[in-house]
């Protein structure tokens, strides 16, 4: 799941200076999970966009992730009259919903929202970055803890120097992952895999902007 963050009043405000008329749009995935940007807060939005003199055209949240070409476009569509009633829309959900929105409509749009990290939700309340999106998925191979995520080092090879008791060198009340690593291995009989030295870690499949297209069966770098 995408984290994110609603940002705060002033800073919206400001984007929105000279926009007196505004359509929201929120995502009814992860922002609706999480609790950022479902109905409930896209129209609390609304009323706080109003109470700061704003004039909100109307709001919809979408079915689908934000972030989906096809449905939003269909959503924008449906809502065609009040989209182009506004001056600006304003989305809350990630930043490529924003940007899939804004791939959309002619006129201004904003984001509500900061995107934080990509996640394991344990709870609707508590969450913590568990992928680093970096293209190469290790897991295989550290018996499914990544250490690119939650080494702060990122290091490829055992701890380092600096961890004591079981606890991180840069944050001693977090879990040292390569502790963490070995630890599940010598619970599933995998003692000897610890030992594997692994090469350093290749960022290349890690290029961004990332684009893929099915059809083709390619994978690359670079927006289409």
């Known amino acids: 799941m995408v984290i994110t963050e609603q940002k705060k009043l002033e800073e919206i405000l400001r984007f929105l200076e000279g926009c007196e008329r505004v359509f929201l749009l929120g995502c009814g995935v992860c922002a609706a999970t999480w609790g950022t940007g479902g109905e409930k807060e896209t129209r609390e939005m609304a009323a706080r966009l109003a109470e700061a003199g704003k004039t909100c055209t109307g709001w919809v949240v979408t079915e689908e992730a934000t972030c989906d070409v096809r449905t939003t476009r ?64 290790i897991l295989a191979e550290t018996a499914a803890i990544c250490p690119v995520t939650l080494c702060p080092k990122g290091l490829m090879n055992g701890p380092c120097g600096g961890y004591k008791d079981g606890k991180c060198e840069v944050d001693r009340e977090r879990d040292c992952a390569w502790v963490a690593i070995y630890e599940r291995m010598e619970a599933l009989g995998w003692r000897e895999r610890f030992l594997i030295i692994h090469e350093p870690k290749d960022w290349n499949a890690a290029r961004h902007p990332g684009f893929i297209n099915k059809r083709e069966g390619a994978a690359a770098g670079g927006a289409r």
């Open 74 to 137: 269909r959503l924008l569509k449906q809502h065609n009259a009040q989209v182009e009633a506004a001056d600006a829309l304003l989305v809350l959900s990630c930043g490529a919903g924003v940007q899939t929105v804004a791939a959309l409509v002619d006129m201004p749009v904003y984001p509500a929202l900061n995107t934080l990290f990509l996640a394991r939700l344990q709870n609707l309340s508590v969450c913590d970055e568990r992928c680093r999106l970096c293209g190469a998925c």
